[in-house]
């Protein structure tokens, strides 16, 4: 039974506001809650079905705090969700130090201005997927611990830092490093061609703007996914999310041993 | 001013009965309204603000049978958006007769109950950037001409064709041409070191439960897309979208001279 303070306390983890003030995120789903708890990611509060709960081996119920039981109807009251899963769970958000200087060591990601959830969530998971661990978001990204990010992560936010940071900043100090930026731009190299290392930033832009003017100079590698642009010339463009699986793919193939 | 008959019949639309009835598929958009225009696409009927109704010249008059002008209140209460654009427009249903031996002499894509509009209007897109023509989706499919699958192929729906059909049946022609069938399954080849060429079907599968058990057997060539996988055992998949998106990519990097 979940009390109406507590329905309310969650649900006001919705917006970011409360998130930042409480410190804590919400993830809802079964395969969610146990992927977490799978990673032994301490959860402060498990709401779920009985049966859920009781069907959770020691080792994972070790990593929670508090559970409560609740039913379909209570899950539904604050869910996100059309249909509610089983579990909902409020995880800390964990406390990152961005250190540039250890970023620049391999490839990252740099996303200027990305709005939609959707697309955050999804380059998340494929960054996860083609094993880059790093995303610098700038601060008007959207938040990552946006309900559908999280959602949208399908679990991938477990195994990739995402920090918010000043890009003008970080740029500085990878072209200190002679560390190469990546940008996607109109006039760029076919990234088939261009060289491709194990170290560098990866730059992406805003869903309709592109790259920001300010971060236009500190790119050193102009870069651009080759497409049938000319042969069907009302192709606007790829989405950024997709972009950046073509991107991350190309990366991986280019570099080394990781491509087989 | 739209009759409440009218906007009735408007609303009925985003239903796929009533758009097979009617033949007619319902677009949303200044953009994609114009792009639809340009391409010289007849258009059944215009609902917009009288402002973008007198900004059209003439030549994109002339495609449209009938003009309604609108208010925003208007277009809010027949939208399938939150914030309605200043122009829709009913289309009517292109009749396309699927001809399996043409499509076969490029690569096309079959698609085996993808179900989700957001991820066909994706792959829709990514086709049409990435120089592919056609699409065969099996009949369980989300249907093309569902709103979200439209908006989502931001245009793209234009430059693709996409055809509804037994894939079984269409597998069984490009086999006995022996043209390669290409599917993504656990344990495939490397998409980075597997042969690609310029024929052959790309077979994608279900969100959740990938190629169907019956489509398996067709497979002449097993592919996968490489990924950090055994160094982060959470992260399940790519989606089918970002799959697509990478596939299709490399099949262009691997065939000749459109990759520059």
């Given at each position: 039974?979940?009390?109406?303070?507590k329905?309310r306390?969650i649900?006001?983890?919705q917006?970011k506001?409360?998130?930042?003030?409480e410190g804590l995120?919400?993830?809802?789903?079964?395969k969610?809650?146990?992927?977490?708890?799978?990673?032994?990611?301490?959860?402060r509060t498990l709401i779920?079905?009985r049966?859920?709960?009781?069907?959770?081996?020691p080792?994972?119920?070790?990593?929670?705090?508090?559970t409560e039981?609740?039913?379909?109807?209570e899950?539904?009251q604050?869910s996100?969700?059309?249909?509610?899963?089983n579990?909902?769970?409020?995880?800390?958000?964990?406390?990152?130090?961005?250190?540039p200087?250890e970023?620049?060591d391999?490839i990252?990601?740099?996303l200027?201005?990305?709005?939609?959830?959707?697309?955050?969530?999804?380059?998340?998971?494929?960054?996860?997927?083609f094993?880059?661990?790093n995303?610098?978001?700038?601060?008007?990204?959207?938040?990552?611990y946006?309900?559908?990010?999280?959602q949208?992560?399908?679990?991938?936010?477990l195994h990739?830092?995402?920090y918010?940071?000043d890009?003008?900043?970080?740029?500085?100090?990878?072209i200190?490093?002679?560390?190469?930026?990546?940008?996607?731009?109109?006039?760029?190299?076919s990234?088939?061609?261009q060289?491709l290392g194990?170290?560098g930033?990866?730059l992406?832009?805003?869903e309709?703007?592109g790259?920001?003017?300010?971060?236009l100079?500190?790119?050193?590698?102009?870069?651009m996914?080759?497409?049938a642009?000319?042969?069907?010339?009302?192709i606007?463009?790829?989405?950024?999310?997709?972009?950046?699986?073509v991107?991350f793919?190309?990366f991986?193939?280019?570099t080394?041993?990781?491509s087989d």
């Amino acid at each position: 039974m979940i009390s109406k303070n507590k329905a309310r306390f969650i649900i006001s983890l919705q917006k970011k506001k409360f998130r930042e003030e409480e410190g804590l995120f919400v993830i809802e789903g079964d395969k969610l809650v146990r992927e977490f708890l799978a990673a032994k990611v301490s959860i402060r509060t498990l709401i779920a079905k009985r049966e859920f709960i009781s069907s959770l081996p020691p080792f994972m119920k070790e990593c929670i705090d508090e559970t409560e039981d609740a039913t379909y109807e209570e899950l539904k009251q604050i869910s996100t969700l059309k249909t509610p899963h089983n579990a909902l769970a409020l995880v800390p958000v964990p406390e990152r130090k961005m250190i540039p200087e250890e970023l620049l060591d391999n490839i990252c990601v740099a996303l200027d201005f990305v709005q939609d959830p959707g697309n955050l969530g999804t380059i998340i998971r494929a960054a996860a997927w083609f094993g880059i661990r790093n995303i610098v978001c700038s601060p008007d990204c959207v938040d990552v611990y946006n309900p559908k990010v999280v959602q949208a992560t399908m679990g991938a936010i477990l195994h990739v830092n995402v920090y918010y940071s000043d890009l003008k900043k970080f740029m500085v100090i990878a072209i200190g490093k002679n560390i190469p930026v990546f940008g996607t731009v109109l006039d760029g190299e076919s990234i088939y061609l261009q060289k491709l290392g194990n170290k560098g930033i990866i730059l992406l832009g805003n869903e309709s703007r592109g790259i920001s003017d300010e971060l236009l100079p500190f790119i050193t590698d102009k870069i651009m996914i080759p497409g049938a642009r000319r042969a069907m010339p009302g192709i606007e463009s790829l989405n950024v999310s997709m972009a950046a699986s073509v991107i991350f793919s190309e990366f991986l193939r280019q570099t080394d041993s990781l491509s087989d």
